[in-house]
């Protein structure tokens, strides 16, 4: 079957694009100075120099969860993350395709007043939802994003339109939309599969 958006539609599955890492073992030594850092216990020094670059990604991630656990979040329950989504999606419709920038600045005002305050309830159920659950700074999933995995699509679809020649052709709301939707929850499966193996991780 033809698509009918072109190579667009395959970047729907999003593969790898943002998904989570699970946390480092709560015993590792960059962890453990993370913490003692956030408390108070040791001065701070040099944040990437002593440890290799992804322990210290690790550590940096690890510092800003155990000095702002209020802000840790979780993906909330299904019954939420639907509505959520559902409310995401009208305003994805009410947005659409635009046709100039009169277009694009007589939707912009309604669709920001839609927008920022969704983005907010969705921020209080995602904290709400890591207080439920019990999320600490050291099993806190870490994000991590696909940049190794999109450049291949990206290059691929810039030359397909480059070999094709004349403008790309303009994506429906539908196709966006459902890039949001198999986002969003591609990120919920991977943030409860790192979360579920950093928990089995510090019963051992």
Same mark, same amino acid.
């Given at each position: ?6 190579? =667009?539609?395959?970047?729907?599955? &999003? +593969? ?16 453990? &100075?993370?913490?003692?850092?956030? =408390?108070?216990? *040791? ?9 290799? @670059? ?12 155990? &000095?702002?656990? *209020? ?5 909330? +329950? !299904?019954?939420?993350?639907? =509505? ?9 419709? $009410? ?20 927008? $920022?305050? $969704?983005?907010?309830?969705?921020? @209080?159920?995602?904290?709400?939802? =890591? ?27 810039? $030359?397909?339109? !480059?070999?094709?020649?004349? +403008? ?34 510090? &019963?051992?």
């Amino acid at each position: 079957m033809a698509l009918r958006y072109g190579m =667009a539609e395959l970047l729907i599955v &999003q +593969p790898g694009v943002l998904t989570y890492a699970t946390a480092p073992p709560a015993h590792a030594p960059h962890v453990g &100075q993370a913490l003692a850092w956030a =408390a108070g216990e *040791e001065p701070r020094h040099e944040m990437f120099g002593d440890v290799g @670059r992804r322990e210290a990604h690790e550590r940096i991630t690890i510092l800003g969860h155990a &000095q702002h656990p *209020e802000r840790l979040t979780a993906p909330p +329950p !299904l019954g939420i993350e639907l =509505a959520l989504s559902a409310a995401e999606l009208l305003i994805a419709a $009410l947005a659409g395709p635009t046709r100039g920038w009169r277009s694009f600045l007589l939707r912009l005002p309604p669709v920001a007043a839609a927008s $920022l305050p $969704l983005g907010i309830v969705r921020r @209080r159920a995602e904290r709400a939802s =890591a207080r439920r659950l019990g999320v600490t700074a050291t099993t806190a999933p870490h994000l991590r994003y696909g940049f190794s995995v999109m450049l291949p699509f990206v290059t691929a679809t810039t $030359l397909h339109r !480059l070999l094709r020649g004349g +403008p790309p052709p303009r994506s429906a709301w539908t196709i966006e939309a459902a890039t949001k939707v198999v986002g969003r929850f591609n990120q919920r499966r991977a943030w409860k599969r790192a979360y579920a193996a950093a928990l089995s991780a510090s &019963q051992d």
